[in-house]
């Protein structure tokens, strides 16, 4: 199996900077797609941010120019870093990570979630 551990979340002033971690483990033998999530309180969940194997990365609307994406295949790690964050930022922030591991003598496929971190913006 594979786990995500979060980590970075936290309580900022609107204006500042946050810095997201997702890293997994287990037997993994290759990681596709890796994104990010957010879910404020009486929404549904959503996409924020993705990277794709190749480094092509797409956002939600609401956060060009101030998020950026960014993944460490040999940490087996992604990243978001989190500028000029706004009121309307404040959500738990989930990470998403797809690929195969191994079972065994066989390949499979996973698609894990992190635990979710809080991030919440004060004026």
């Known amino acids: 199996q594979v786990q995500l551990v979060e980590s970075g979340g936290g309580l900022v002033q609107a204006g500042g900077s946050l810095r997201l971690s997702c890293a997994a483990s287990g037997s993994i033998f290759s990681i596709n797609r890796m994104g990010w999530y957010r879910q404020a309180p009486g929404k549904q969940r959503e996409l924020v941010a993705v990277i794709t194997s190749g480094g092509s990365t797409d956002y939600v609307d609401s956060v060009k120019g101030r998020f950026t994406i960014s993944r460490d295949n040999a940490k087996k790690t992604v990243y978001l870093q989190m500028n000029s964050l706004k009121l309307d930022d404040t959500a738990v922030y989930y990470c998403?990570?797809?690929?195969?591991?191994?079972?065994?003598?066989?390949?499979?496929?996973?698609?894990?979630w992190g635990q979710g971190t809080q991030v919440t913006v004060s004026s």
């Open positions: 998403q990570i797809g690929g195969a591991y191994w079972s065994g003598s066989y390949r499979r496929d996973f698609d894990s």
